[in-house]
C-alpha cells in the first residue's frame, strides 16, 4: 500500500472517525450501565467473550493461513464500529444503548485486542513476523482515545456544533474506510481472488454469526426489542479501521488486515438486510 495512504492517511481516517464518536459520547453515557446493567452485561459478553471463540472456531474448521487468521481474530477482538449507531438508529434500535457499548466496549478494548490479537500471534506461532508490543499498543490507544476525548469535549463546550457536525463526519468515516478497502484491495490487487477464496466465506459467516448471536442471545435474555437491535448492530459492525490500522502499522502486515477489508463489504450489506429483516419482524409482534 502507498506509503503516504499508511503513515500518514490511516492514522488521520482513524483519527477522525475516533474524532466523530467522541462528539456523540457524554459522561452519561458511561453513568447509563448502571441504569440498564443486564442489556450491556449481555451485549459485552458476546463482544468479548462469544465472538472471539466463534472466530476461532471458523478460523480452525476452514483451515486458514496463519496471517488471515490472526487478521481474522484481530477483527473479531475490535470494537463496535461508529456505523453501528447509524444502523440501530435506521431500524429502531435503542441508539443510547449503541452509544453506551461503543464507549465501554472502545475502553475495555485497550486490554482484551492486545490479549486476543497476541493469543492468535502465539497459536500460530508467527512472533517471529508479526507481534503487538505493549509500547505499540500504548500507541495505538492513544490515537484512538485522545480523538475521542477531544470530541467529547469539543460536545460539553459546543453541543451545537457537535450536533451539526456529527452526520458529516459519519459520511466521511463511511468514506475514509470505502478508500481504506480499496487502497488495500489495490495494493493486493495480486493476490485479491485468492484472498477474498481464502476468507471471503470465513468473513461472510462471522459477520452473519455476529449480527444473529448480537440480537439472539440478548432477546433470548429478556431484553427489549429496541436493545436487542441496538446488540445486533453493535456486535456485528466492526471497528474495522482499527482492524486495518492494527494490522498495517502496528503488525506491519497488509495481509492480516485483508480480512478486515473483506469484512467491510459483507458489514454494511449483511447490516442492512438483517437490519430490514428483524425490524420487520418486531413491527409484526404485539406491542
Known amino acids: 500500500m502507498d506509503s503516504a495512504l499508511t503513515t500518514v492517511g490511516l492514522p488521520l481516517a482513524l483519527g477522525i472517525i475516533m474524532f466523530g464518536l467522541g462528539l456523540s459520547l457524554t459522561a452519561d453515557d458511561f453513568r447509563r450501565v448502571r441504569r440498564q446493567p443486564r442489556a450491556v452485561a449481555i451485549a459485552l459478553v458476546c463482544q468479548l467473550l462469544v465472538l472471539p471463540l466463534v472466530c476461532f472456531g471458523l478460523v480452525v474448521v476452514l483451515d486458514l493461513d496463519p496471517l488471515l487468521g490472526i ?10 464500529g461508529t456505523s453501528a449507531n447509524l444502523f440501530s438508529h435506521l431500524f429502531h434500535g435503542d441508539v443510547a444503548l449503541n452509544v453506551t ?12 485486542l492486545p490479549v486476543i490479537t497476541n493469543l492468535a500471534i502465539a497459536y500460530y506461532d508467527r512472533q517471529d513476523s508479526v507481534s503487538l508490543q505493549f509500547s505499540k499498543v500504548v500507541e495505538v490507544f492513544a490515537i484512538v482515545l485522545v480523538p475521542v476525548l477531544l470530541g467529547m469535549l469539543v460536545r460539553s463546550a459546543r453541543p451545537g456544533f457537535a450536533g451539526a457536525a456529527e452526520r458529516p463526519v459519519r459520511i466521511g468515516s463511511a468514506a475514509v474506510l470505502a478508500i481504506l478497502v480499496i487502497g488495500i484491495l489495490v495494493d493486493q490487487r495480486e493476490q485479491v481472488g485468492e484472498y477474498v477464496g481464502d476468507v471471503g466465506l470465513a468473513t461472510g459467516l462471522f459477520c452473519a454469526a455476529s449480527l444473529v448471536i448480537g440480537y439472539v442471545v440478548p432477546k433470548a435474555f429478556g431484553v427489549t426489542a429496541a436493545q436487542a437491535i441496538a446488540s445486533s448492530m453493535e456486535i456485528g459492525v466492526h ?49
Open 71 to 80: 487478521g481474522m481474530l484481530l477483527l473479531a477482538a475490535s470494537p463496535g
Open 101 to 112: 457499548l461503543t464507549a465501554i466496549n472502545s475502553v475495555i478494548a485497550i486490554f482484551s
Open 239 to 287: 471497528n474495522a479501521t482499527l482492524a486495518i490500522y492494527i494490522a498495517v502499522e502496528v503488525l506491519d502486515s497488509t495481509e492480516v488486515s485483508v480480512p478486515a477489508a473483506v469484512y467491510s463489504i459483507f458489514m454494511f450489506v449483511f447490516a442492512t438486510l438483517w437490519g430490514h429483516a428483524i425490524s420487520r419482524r418486531v413491527a409484526r409482534e404485539p406491542a
